[in-house]
């Protein structure tokens, strides 16, 4: 056994102690390769680690500024790593001085061949040490807009709105201009540029866009919005609103919400949007064939598109909203198609959606192991799901499409938020309820025997409703 040992170590020692070539004054085996590299590793990592608790820790006890912190780490952990590969290879028994006339002819044609490289880097330090540009800066460069989402030595990375990750040399952003939103603030002003008719009352026009602004939440109140008359155009006077805002990033959404709330306000105030046109003027009309004058017949008739705008507007619980409250009830709301007999939610189970029923018929089917009835049926314009969503108790029935139906549906969030800004529909909620005794039996024994409701609340449920609503809402 112990001559196998022998062989073993024999061979260990002739293949890995073996030397290979010889650099420098110093014999190259295989093990010294592999003593070399894990030596290497080591340094590197201890270089790392030494940047990142000069940066997280020491550096911020002296209260340094971030970008400083970053060079003086990455500086650091650059020295300390070579230091620590000049020192692991002599302690080797590797002879540097030997490569000093090949590194310096080598010299020039590296730097030629990485000077972009060389600039990169340069340009890196460069960003670290001003902080011009620190991580988690809403940018602005070349188009693209994004947060800075990594600043390396070579290049920075941008976040982008769109999800994706841009990456782009640091001699780019040294050397173009780049507009940083968060400079000093998220805080940046949106113009909106728009066109009125000719004949159009201007002191209208002014009045109309700063009320549109003051209509919008996120704009700022100071500095406070205005109206720049631009220049006479081809078709229409040129007007901007400018507004200030608190969260630029925000800006899209901002934007597209003036929008809406301008293009209602000039509908409301009789303020026209002209379009571009242009006059024909025909000579000899009267020589074209009458065949070719074609017209359209008024006499065909056409099934009128109703939209989700006018079949909300016909609810009692939202005729007392205007188009720009509609546009946001749509915009946060969604939309449900059941086939006729498709389940909507079985008896038991938790939705949280507050339910109107746009089209078609919704039945709520009582069932248990030995009956199921019909308990109650929401036709167009009714609606349903109040209760459980609010409370947070399951459905006392299976819910199912008597035919095809269309649903909109408003989610919890939404279904508060609604209640906090209109106290009114709380009480017609809570009315409506009162003509739905049978379910609302159903209800109150489910609530019963969650310990939800007492035998007293059961002699006046809508009484019991209403003061839920207010303490959920403070009503």
């Known amino acids: 056994m112990s001559t196998y040992w022998l062989l073993i170590k024999q061979w260990f020692n002739e293949t890995f102690s073996t030397p290979l070539f010889n650099i420098g004054g110093e014999e190259i085996s295989i093990l010294w390769i592999l003593k070399a590299i894990m030596l290497l590793i080591f340094v590197s990592i201890l270089a790392r680690g030494f940047k990142r608790f000069l ?11 971030e970008g400083t912190r970053e060079v003086i780490g990455t500086l650091s ?44 880097l340069v340009s890196g330090l460069t960003l670290l040490g001003e902080s011009k540009l620190k991580v988690g800066d809403l940018i602005e460069f070349q188009g693209h807009l994004g947060y800075i989402q990594e600043i390396s030595l070579r290049s920075t990375v941008i976040k982008t709105f769109q999800g994706s990750q841009l990456v782009i040399p640091n001699t780019d952003l040294t050397s173009q201009p780049v507009e940083n939103w968060n400079y000093e603030n998220c ?18 026009v002014t009045e109309l866009l700063l ?26 006077l040129i007007f901007e609103l400018w507004v200030w805002v608190a969260n630029i990033e925000n800006r899209q959404f901002i934007k597209s919400s003036l929008n809406f709330i301008i293009e209602y306000k000039f509908r409301q105030g009789g303020i026209s949007i002209p379009f571009p046109q242009r006059e024909l003027w025909l000579n000899n009309i009267e020589s074209f064939p009458s065949n070719n004058l074609k017209t359209v017949s008024n ?29 946001q009830l749509i915009e946060v709301g969604s939309r449900r198609h059941l086939n006729k007999g498709e389940i909507f939610i079985q008896k038991g189970e ?61 989610g919890k969030t939404c279904f508060e938020k609604l209640l906090n800004q209109y106290p009114y529909l709380a009480k017609e909620i809570a009315t409506e309820l009162a003509k739905r005794q049978e379910t609302l039996d159903e ?16 002699k006046n449920p809508v009484v019991w409703i209403r003061e839920r609503l207010s303490k959920i809402f403070n009503l």
Do not use: W
Not at 55 to 65: A, C, K, P
């Open 77 to 120: 952990s650059l020295g300390l790593g070579t230091l620590g590969y000049i020192i692991v290879l002599q302690g080797l028994g590797l002879d540097l001085a030997s490569f000093a006339v090949v590194v310096g002819g080598l010299g020039v044609g590296i730097g030629f061949g990485l000077q972009e490289i060389t600039r990169n």
């Open 443 to 458: 209800y109150q024994n489910s609530l019963k025997e969650m310990g939800l409701i007492d035998d007293e609340s059961l």
């Open 299 to 327: 006499e065909q008739n056409f099934s009128p598109h109703i939209t989700l705008k006018d079949s909300l507007k016909s609810f009692t619980c939202f005729q007392h909203l205007n188009e720009l409250e509609l546009r």
């Open 211 to 236: 009320e549109s602004a003051f209509l919008e939440q996120e704009v700022l109140s100071y500095p406070s919005p205005k109206v720049v008359f631009v220049e006479y155009g081809d078709n229409a």
């Open 187 to 204: 805080q940046g002003r949106i113009e909106i540029s728009i066109g009125v008719a000719y004949n159009s009352d201007l002191l209208l």
């Open 350 to 410: 938790y939705d949280s959606h507050f339910c109107i029923v746009l089209s078609g018929q919704i039945q709520a089917i009582y069932e248990t192991t030995k009956v199921s009835r019909l308990l109650f049926t929401f036709n167009q314009g009714q609606y349903f799901g109040e209760l459980p969503l609010l409370l947070e108790i399951p459905y006392p029935t299976t819910m199912i499409a008597a035919e095809d139906t269309h649903l909109f549906l408003l």
């Open 55 to 65: 940066r997280n820790y020491l550096l911020v006890l002296f209260r340094i500024d």
